[in-house]
């Protein structure tokens, strides 16, 4: 589904570039493009590692780059191969890189009794390659992903309280320092389900039930796991196993196993017979099975003989009118140009053509129409190699320009890491803060003040409002009510009500005033 709503290719092959030594600021990537690849990229990072590591929704919204202990010196190599398509060698696939769930619950929970001391490995996990298993290959989207984000949007390294599934705002501005939402998980998971067809409610719960089932019983034979290794893996309490572990489990595995709907199935699975039907993959083929397989291959075989018999007799036929047409046009007139050719040449009638072709021609492959098609040119400077790239979006690509990397103006009421928000009623105050001094957490690394007019102009218009609302507020604390707080607040108690309802009073303020703010320093 994210192949037919979003060409993934196109930054994999950026990263690759980038990789390669071009500079990002060599890709020819518009503001709208980029931001429906970050999109996705966060989404299919997302649920790669919510479906392997079983992880809760809030668990990994809370996951930072100093959780992840990975050596860019070897892994970059790997990364390499796979976006080369190439196949990994032995030594490349027991390359890994550790995820430190603090945010575990299991964790938690030993922590609050004083057992952590006890079992320090309990929440360290290592991600080895899976490239058998693309789509859930968390190994390769994450070091994707953080390749994406720090060559395409910070310019620099991810500090280590930057979050690695980051808010992104409506501009398409990523904020290091704010992890995304609960509610737009839910909103992919909503998304992803209707456009593939699949109907039902899922809940941000799907992925640590989905992972832990398919790994116990839905896995290949030979690869699914014990009932201690999922207890291990999925970081459940020990009051867990007995009810939790069942429902999530043993439930699923015993209406799995009692399910006779395909009774009438000319190979049974035999669910009842082994665990989830692990019999029927490992038994030998019974005669029966084998003569239904050789009929089956027997009409593959002749359908494939009558399609070459066709093919055949279609490039026979293309051979002959080509052959006749250039005798024609060696022994016809010379034309001058190409209107002059179809002005003078004549049309055979519909119904000769038709009689001449006997044999069946081959159907076209089905185009779709619903998307518009754009082409993305990749450049590096070092190399002067341009390669076009098929880019099909649904609608035509914008060519707004990309902002200044790492720049953001963080979002008020601040969010916190343990998915609380600071008080309403002191947004201003962390207003003030951005303006005089910053916020490196949040990825405010220069305070308001001292943006250069570019930072907040031209490409990076996108800024222009917020960063006007904020000067608005700071400047009138600082200059007008000189940095008094009871001054202030007694001449603005809609600073109560958040920064929003005391911007329009300062607002107002202003225009009984006759004041211009200006924000230049």
Not at 26 to 35: G, W
Not at 54 to 64: G, M
Request: hydrophobic content about 40%; overall charge neutral.
């Amino acid at each position: 589904w994210h192949q037919a709503a979003c060409p993934l290719e196109i930054a994999l092959q950026m990263i690759q570039k980038v990789m390669s030594g071009a500079l990002p600021s060599d890709m020819h990537l518009d503001l709208e493009m980029r931001t429906k690849l970050t999109r996705h990229l966060e989404q299919v990072t997302f649920a790669s590692n919510g479906w392997t590591l079983w992880t809760r929704c809030f668990e990994l919204v809370k996951l930072q780059r100093k959780d992840i202990s990975l050596d860019t010196t070897i892994l970059d190599g790997v990364l390499s191969v796979y976006l080369a398509n190439e196949t990994l060698t032995l030594s490349k696939c027991t390359s890994y890189f550790e995820i430190f769930l603090a945010h575990w619950k299991g964790w938690q929970k030993k922590v609050d009794k004083g057992q952590w001391e006890a079992d320090l490995r309990s929440n360290h996990y290592k991600i080895y390659p899976r490239p058998d298993m693309p789509a859930c290959d968390n190994f390769f989207w994450m070091l994707v992903w953080i390749k994406w984000l720090e060559s395409f949007h910070y310019g620099r390294a991810l500090q280590l309280n930057d979050f690695i599934f980051p808010a992104m705002s409506a501009n398409g501005v990523v904020h290091p320092g704010q992890p995304i939402s609960h509610d737009a998980i839910q909103k992919w998971i909503n998304e992803s389900t209707a456009g593939t067809g699949i109907h039902g409610n899922f809940s941000t719960h799907c992925f640590h039930r989905g992972g832990a089932q398919y790994c116990f019983m839905f896995a290949p034979v030979g690869q699914r796991w014990t009932l201690a290794k999922v207890h291990w893996w999925g970081g459940w309490a020990d009051g867990e196993q007995c009810d939790t572990l069942f429902c999530y489990l043993l439930d699923e595995l015993h209406a799995y196993e009692t399910d006779y709907s395909d009774a009438l199935a000319p190979i049974s699975r035999g669910a009842d017979t082994s665990l989830a039907g692990e019999h029927a993959l490992a038994r030998p083929a019974s005669t029966e099975e084998l003569h239904m397989v050789h009929a089956s291959v027997t009409v593959d075989v002749n359908s494939l003989r009558n399609d070459m018999r066709s093919l055949t007799g279609v490039v026979a036929q293309a051979a002959c009118t080509t052959v006749i047409a250039l005798q024609h046009l060696d022994s016809g007139p010379r034309f001058a140009n190409v209107s002059e050719c179809a002005s003078r040449t004549p049309t055979p009638p519909v119904g000769d053509v038709c009689a001449r072709v006997k044999q069946p021609v081959l159907p076209r492959p089905v185009v779709s129409h619903s998307l518009s098609t754009t082409e993305l040119s990749i450049c590096t400077s070092s190399q002067k190699i341009c390669t076009t790239l098929p880019i099909s979006i649904t609608q035509a690509s914008s060519t707004q320009k990309l902002p200044t990397p790492g720049l953001v103006i963080p979002q008020v009421p601040v969010s916190r890491p343990n998915r609380t928000t600071s008080l309403k009623h002191n947004s201003w105050k962390e207003i003030v803060e951005h303006w005089l001094v910053g916020d490196r957490d949040r990825g405010l690394t220069t305070p308001l003040k001292d943006w250069p007019k570019h930072w907040y102009q031209g490409a990076n218009r996108r800024f222009t409002s917020k960063y006007h609302q904020r000067a608005t507020i700071a400047l009138e604390f600082i200059n007008q009510y000189e940095s008094n707080e009871a001054h202030f607040l007694a001449a603005y108690p809609e600073a109560k009500l958040g920064h929003t309802q005391l911007l329009k009073a300062v607002n107002k303020a202003h225009a009984a005033r006759g004041d211009h703010i200006s924000c230049n320093k």
